[in-house]
């Protein structure tokens, strides 16, 4: 370690941070473990996503704190702004089947994959540990070292377009290659041609189709929330009225076969077949 | 307050995303926790950064970031895909390589 000789740096100046950074630091990190524990814990992709957020948010926080009001600022619009929500859209698509299943294809690896956790964040922890990191430069004086007037973003700057400016390019040739790749991944060729009218309205008057409008929820039921079939002539209730979504998802309301108030069912349901 | 704090913060964000990789079955979910992992390595180039005094950590994170922008959309675009196709987002169900 004394070969790369920055623990002479180290103590050069501030060796630790102020009270405030401290007292700020010791109430977002238990924030940060505990939200990201919970995200990678909890049943739904949604909430692991908002947890996810909010770690992310927190850690700009941190940037912020540590001197680094450009990443900071940069972690906010790009992470949780542009990332999270690309997430979010996903989950949109992916919708009704973003529940987790719990069969294990391998046995015994959810203990394995625990035990593995622990012995790696231990490696890590004891790791840093030994490390000589008590101590710190702080970054007033390589701010002040460049032609930025002690300014942070300046000085990143500088260093982005001077010592860095290959690497900077390259980056870009990366971004437009993920999205050219997006695109030509999310591009679907079309396989037959496009069907006409003709050809749909003779589909719908197929026998077996269905050709009139599907019934809407709530018709002739108790209630008219989306998830509450209607009810047939007979009485009894049909999914067809409810979105297939929610049919897949188990949330149709059991509307239950009741008796209509004037004894009509007695009657009529022997000569009204049900669509479904 | 020592700053080395930070990084033991980062040490522990990327044990939990490296469990959430192993433990979760959802490609979404298996995706997050790479970003978690890929977030703290960030707040570790960040924080040694400041203990060493160079800007040189933050210019680090920033290329980090910009190579977790193209992965995500790259493999979010493929997630979808295979959902597409197969109807499902568990990395279980996709295993026609395995016979």
């Known amino acids: 370690m004394s070969q790369l000789g920055w623990q002479a740096v180290a103590v050069a100046s501030e060796a630790k941070t102020s009270t405030g950074e401290a007292v700020a630091f010791w109430i977002l990190a238990p924030l940060a473990v505990l939200a990201s524990l919970g995200m990678i814990m909890a049943k739904k992709a949604v909430h692991s996503a908002l947890l996810l957020a909010f770690v992310m948010l927190d850690l700009a926080i941190c940037y912020l704190m540590q001197s680094a009001p450009f990443f900071g600022v940069v972690q906010i619009v790009v992470y949780t702004g542009a990332i999270m929500m690309l997430f979010l859209f996903v989950l949109m698509i992916v919708g009704v089947d973003s529940s987790d299943s719990l069969i294990e294809t391998i046995r015994g690896q959810r203990w394995a994959a625990v035990l593995a956790g622990l012995g790696f964040g231990l490696l890590l922890v004891l790791g840093i540990g030994r490390a000589a990191l008590s101590g710190m430069a702080g970054l007033g004086g390589a701010n002040a070292s460049g032609r930025g007037n002690g300014s942070n973003v300046q000085q990143v700057a500088e260093l982005l377009f001077t010592k860095y400016v290959f690497a900077f390019e390259a980056t870009s040739a990366l971004l437009i290659t993920a999205a050219l790749a997006a695109m030509v991944l999310a591009h679907r060729e079309r396989t037959e041609p496009r069907a006409s009218q003709r050809v749909l309205a003779e589909e719908r008057f197929r026998p077996g189709a269905y050709p009139t409008p599907l019934p809407p929820p709530g018709v002739f039921a108790r209630h008219n929330a989306v998830g509450t079939p209607a009810l047939l002539p007979d009485g009894t209730p049909t999914e067809l009225s409810v979105p297939t979504e929610l049919v897949e998802r188990g949330d149709v309301e059991a509307v239950g076969t009741a008796p209509l108030p004037s004894g009509r069912r007695s009657e009529e349901s022997t000569e009204t077949e049900p669509v479904a | ?99």
């Not at chain 2, 707040?43 to 290329?63: E, N, P, S």
């Open chain 2, 1 to 99: 307050m020592n700053p080395a704090n930070y990084v033991y913060l980062s040490a522990l964000l990327f044990t939990i995303g490296a469990a959430g990789v192993l433990l979760r079955r959802n490609a979404i979910v298996v995706f997050m926790s790479i970003e978690l992992m890929l977030n703290a390595t960030n707040l570790a180039f960040v924080a040694f950064a400041r203990i060493h005094g160079t800007v040189d950590g933050q210019v680090a994170a920033f290329f980090v970031m910009v190579v977790a922008a193209a992965e995500v959309v790259v493999g979010l675009s493929i997630i979808v895909m295979i959902f597409r196709t197969r109807r499902s987002a568990s990395v279980d169900d996709a295993n026609l390589l395995k016979y």
